[in-house]
């Protein structure tokens, strides 16, 4: 049983490796294209670094035949990964003060936050609405609905930045020519996918050896490895004073999460996936304090306060944020 943990732990380093070649690749193409902020964020990156969701998901539906693993790994990916936002204005707040944030980015904000309250309101007065026939809860075309919208926004040209930003960092894969950044960029995207197959299986005989609930081993073991390409990702964008490309990475991370969950539904022929209960309440609630705290910083920046100059202010609502989240943890094993 003991050899389980060190597997597990190989695993999250390739992850991470994986992730931050990922992070590095896609800020030389935000810098040798024109392709938007939005664009290389919110939805090319942010579904590759979601492919381990992806993954995990139809393989503890398909392979494993754990349902509950599922749901509760989005929502637990998706409240660690808004969470990781927050760190990284915890961890590194003299980038994040000078660094500018798109009017399209906090768009982004809003929708996240807009279908993270309706899955928090179906959950509230518990409504289990599946379309008969197809038998897929009206959740997952409410989900498809909400990414049009994200994609359709990452079609539009972004604005600036808001403000000046602070010359980048230099990054080591400046040199290599776009055919072989796009090459590695798809090679990194299919080795993230073996990885998180393996994560899968891992979790599972975790769940099974330990006596863990799906539900709680899905959120913590599978959600926070399987968020980890998004974590790392956002720092090290962030680090590369990238930071508005790290916002649109995450959120666009979170609403692909959720077109996942469409996914899983329709591959799901026994019934529905979605099962709301006290833990999920928990990681709602949290999620949308945070994605809240988060939208009012994004105001004081586009509209160049005072405070948003100010350093304390990141720090403060970084370690705010994070606190949040092992609160939460805590609450949901009670």
Known sequence: MWWIWPVYVVLLVVMTFLSIILARLVDVLDKKTKMGGGLLGGVLLAGITSLPELVTSLSAILLIGNVDMTFGNILGSNFFDVVVIGLSMLLMFKIVKKSGVSKNTGIL?????????????????????????????????????????????????DDDLGEEVEEQKENKCMG???K?????????????????????????????????????????????????????TCLELVRLKNFNMAINDIYGSCMFNLLILTIADIFYFKGTIFAFNTQTLYFLSFMLGVIGLSFVVYLLKRKKTKIASSGWLYAIVGGAITISYFLCMFLSVL
């Open 109 to 157: 904000m809003l929708l996240c936050f807009g279908v993270t309250l309706v899955i928090f309101l179906f959950d509230v007065f518990n409504l289990n609405w599946v379309i008969p026939g197809v038998n897929i809860h009206a959740l997952a075309l409410i989900f498809i609905a909400f990414y049009v919208f994200v994609v359709l926004l990452s079609a539009k040209k």
């Open 176 to 178: 290599v020519s776009i």
């Open 180 to 232: 072989k950044v796009v090459l590695w960029f798809v090679v990194s995207g299919i080795c993230l996918v073996g990885v998180s197959i393996g994560i899968t299986y891992a979790t599972d005989y975790i769940a099974s050896t330990y006596n863990i609930g799906s539900s709680v081993a899905g959120a913590i073991f599978l959600g926070v490895a399987t968020s980890l390409p998004e974590v790392i």
